[in-house]
């Protein structure tokens, strides 16, 4: 997950900081909390992978099907994030974070109790408006509570290492989990989660808002959340029924036209969820391309290796838990490492360099077949494409707050967190579904890894052709274009 830190003094040289001060112990509590609903949110990503098999069995979903146990949850996460950031601003963060954790929680047991495919979907769904509640009202807490420098700096950084972290343990403990209690006790230890973090929250977090009381931009909110529903239901019926269908073309022309009526609803309203102008900056618009692409992409990554493991290879969970277990081990060093990276090429030449990385790994598994010995060319690749995956989530952020005013820092990192949200709510309806739908699942699993690895690779040409620096005019020396300037 994104790891929001200071900007940088130019958008290829972070500046250093200086010794960070002790926390106190409350300001651990306060971290310990903040953090952990942050982990919990990561874990539910994941943990739900590797059961998708046995789930589909259990509750009778169709193998197409089983995208929507990952879409329900990721849509709602991503659709009404800013939204849900910018009521936080409005009415209290706190407030509404505790209500996100019940609802979490909540929806957490129903999904866990689900009887058809149906109620597992709205608890899925619920479970997800929770999250949108919770990540940009967490990390406004996190940043309100903790003073820009190096203590917000390493709060963010413990933050975004502990989510990414959670995203590992959730590939183990989901197959553990499921090998040895069900499918069902992944949702278990959600809402067991959730309901420990739940009363610890209240007498720790303090209460927060702007000051100023902007407006809220309802129509915003609604044309953005409309148009993504819109653009998500169309691709996952597609992969059913065809695009030839009625309400198929409907909602994609639907959501076409919600978001472009987003676009125009955001440049003429005064307290926009979304700075058309912040969007003119090249660090800004470049770096959540990227950072876009390269969340997009491996969620369908790992969305279809699962099936591809357990259908084809006929692994357990257990053992396809262990081989992303294997990824996440990697990612960890690699969320250690990246930092010196961006010391020494810049957080601009990192991310594309990362971007090429990521994709040239996952072209790796296009020659995937039915022979065991593949495993081990999947555990490979998808481990040092997720290497190359965390540098690339680390820099894209690095990017997008380089040259952005103090004053505009929060919007930057919202930014930030809605397109790492986005990411991994449109990657698997785009490409997973032609892994599912193919003729044999070998084949559309190929299918599917080549286009990923082409549109990551185009993605990190193009960023950084829109990122490149230029000769000043009368000189020969190189210098950083200033990137955030119109």
Do not use: K
Request: include cysteine; charge should be neutral.
């Amino acid at each position: 997950m994104a790891i929001d830190t200071p900007s940088p003094t130019s958008p290829t040289t972070p500046a250093p900081l200086p010794d960070t001060p002790r926390m106190s112990t409350r300001d651990r509590l306060v971290l310990f909390v903040l953090c952990a609903a942050q982990f919990m949110v990561a874990l539910d990503f994941s943990v739900l992978n590797v059961a998708l098999p046995v789930l589909g069995a259990d509750l009778g979903m169709s193998q197409s099907a089983l995208q929507w146990a990952v879409t329900a949850f990721a849509l709602p996460s991503g659709g009404f994030l800013l939204l849900f950031g910018r009521i936080g601003d409005l009415y209290g963060r706190r407030r509404l974070f505790l209500t996100g954790l019940a609802l979490f929680a909540a929806a957490s047991v129903l999904a866990t109790f689900a009887w058809d495919p149906a109620s597992f979907l709205a608890g899925r769904a619920l479970q997800g408006l929770g999250a949108a509640v919770i990540v940009p009202t967490g990390m406004s807490l996190l940043t309100t509570t903790f003073a820009e420098g190096p203590a917000r700096a390493r709060a963010l950084g413990i933050s975004g290492t502990l989510m990414s972290l959670g995203f590992t343990i959730g590939m183990v403990a989901g197959g553990i989990l499921t090998d040895a209690l069900g499918w069902r006790s992944t949702m278990g230890l959600l809402a067991v989660f959730a309901l420990i973090v739940l009363p610890l929250a209240p007498g720790l977090l303090p209460e927060s808002r702007t000051p100023e009381r902007p407006h809220l931009d309802v129509p915003g909110a609604i044309t953005v959340t409309g148009g993504l529903l819109s653009l998500i239901y169309a691709l996952t019926t597609a992969a059913d029924h065809g695009f030839a269908r009625a309400d198929v073309i409907a909602t994609l022309m639907a959501g076409l036209a919600l978001l472009a009526a987003f676009v125009v609803v955001e440049s003429r309203t005064a307290a926009p969820l979304v700075s058309l102008p912040m969007l003119r900056r090249r660090t800004v618009a470049w770096g959540n391309i990227g950072g876009l692409v390269t969340f997009s992409m491996m969620s369908t990554v790992i969305f279809v290796l699962t099936l591809y493991l357990q259908e084809i290879l006929d692994l357990s969970a257990w053992e396809t838990g262990l081989v992303f277990g294997v990824q996440g081990v990697v990612s960890v060093v690699a969320g250690a490492l990246t930092p010196r990276f961006v010391s020494r090429l810049g957080a601009r030449r990192t991310l594309v360099l990362s971007l090429t990385g990521q994709g040239a790994f996952i072209s790796g598994l296009v020659f995937l077949n039915a022979e065991t010995w593949s495993v081990w060319l999947a555990t490979a690749a998808v481990s040092v494409a997720s290497m190359f995956h965390l540098g690339a989530i680390i820099s894209y952020g690095l990017t997008v707050t380089s040259g952005v005013p103090d004053e505009e820092q929060g919007l930057a990192t919202g930014l930030v967190t809605s397109t790492q949200q986005i990411g991994l709510t449109v990657g698997i309806p785009l490409l997973g579904v032609i892994a599912t739908t193919a003729d044999d699942l070998l084949s559309g699993t190929r299918t599917a890894m080549a286009l990923n690895a082409a549109i990551v690779l185009t993605a990190a040409a193009l960023v950084g052709l829109g990122l490149r620096t230029r000769r000043t005019a009368g000189s020969g020396a190189v210098e950083a274009e200033a990137l955030g300037s119109r």
